[in-house]
């Protein structure tokens, strides 16, 4: 591939996450924080109304909003429809500055810590991985790609990117170790785009751990819809942990164990996290994979 020229960082996609909010107001204030000689970074506030009043989105959720038959779609006239058109028509492949690498800061109510979350498993975003975990042992990496599904999140528009997840942290609330971890991790991933373009490459593990996403489990629900139980205490908070069948998952209201079904061990993510009530997600589902990097091919 050429060399990266432009990368932007993106808070706020979601109003009430307000860690890449002030991250994003940070680097504005002194933007020669995020600069290398060899690309332009660029800042980008995603949904500044719903950061104004404090909520996750105003109308819809801007981070379902990319797909290509939706920006495609003038009758599409929520507040967040539009602002995705904008942001594709300003950074999108065929955008007045297109972006090649996108970083998209998120935080998360469950316990996530240092999360990389990668929709495109191509070569570089799989080194660049590799080389973050290599130098934190605390970064893990979740892959929340669809063989042949197109995917409607604000990273889908380049190629090139992560999406940060960090957490625990509340919504609406600053958490000052993440915050500066958070930024740690944005300098490292600038110097290794900075290395990738001056053709000197920085070393990474021969093996990466990554957990790849196979399904959401939602709540038990009535048939009115309402919920019946609560993540397990024993689960709760346990975000990357080993679940084994037949552990329990879901407590009910009145002290009733339900066990996870499946026949293999797997590993949630997302446990709990309180903006996927609505999205009827009590946790997402990934299986531990080790890919060997030296000969890694991407599967999609």
């Known amino acids: 591939m050429s060399q990266i020229k432009r990368v932007v960082i993106v808070g706020g996609t979601h109003g009430n996450e307000i860690t890449g909010i002030y991250l994003v107001k940070k680097f504005e204030r002194s933007p020669n924080l995020i600069q290398r000689s060899s690309f332009e970074t660029l800042t980008l506030i995603a949904n500044p109304k719903a950061y104004a009043i404090g909520k996750r989105y105003t109308d819809t959720d801007l981070n379902r909003c990319f797909l290509s038959q939706d920006l495609e779609n003038p009758s599409l006239s929520s507040y967040e429809a539009q602002r995705a058109k904008v942001i594709h028509q300003t950074f999108g492949a065929k955008g007045s500055q297109p972006a090649d690498f996108v970083i998209d800061l998120h935080s998360s109510t469950a316990n996530m810590g240092l999360s990389i979350i990668l929709g495109n498993e191509n070569l570089l975003n799989i080194q660049l991985a590799a080389y973050l975990t290599s130098i934190s042992p605390k970064v893990k990496v979740l892959y929340s790609t669809t063989k042949n599904q197109e995917r409607s999140h604000l990273d889908s528009i380049c190629q090139f990117g992560c999406t940060l997840e960090v957490g625990a942290v509340a919504q609406g609330v600053l958490d000052a170790a993440l915050f500066q971890e958070t930024e740690a991790i944005i300098h490292v991933i600038l110097d290794y785009l900075e290395a990738y373009n001056q053709r000197m490459p920085l070393p990474v593990n021969d093996?990466?751990?990554?957990?790849?996403?196979?399904?959401?489990?939602?709540?038990?629900?009535?048939?009115?819809?309402?919920?019946?139980?609560?993540?397990?205490?024993?689960?709760?908070?346990?975000?990357?942990?080993?679940?084994?069948?037949?552990?329990?998952?879901?407590?009910?209201?009145?002290?009733?164990?339900?066990?996870?079904?499946?026949?293999?061990?797997?590993?949630?993510?997302?446990?709990?996290?309180?903006?996927?009530?609505?999205?009827?997600?009590?946790m997402c589902v990934t299986e531990k994979r080790d890919l060997e990097i030296k000969n890694y091919e991407s599967p999609w």
């Open 207 to 282: 093996t990466l751990t990554a957990y790849h996403n196979i399904q959401t489990l939602d709540y038990p629900r009535n048939e009115l819809g309402e919920i019946q139980a609560m993540i397990h205490p024993r689960l709760q908070f346990r975000d990357y942990q080993p679940l084994h069948p037949g552990e329990p998952i879901f407590l009910t209201f009145d002290g009733q164990e339900i066990p996870y079904e499946g026949d293999s061990i797997v590993y949630p993510v997302f446990i709990n996290e309180a903006a996927y009530y609505e999205k009827g997600i009590a």
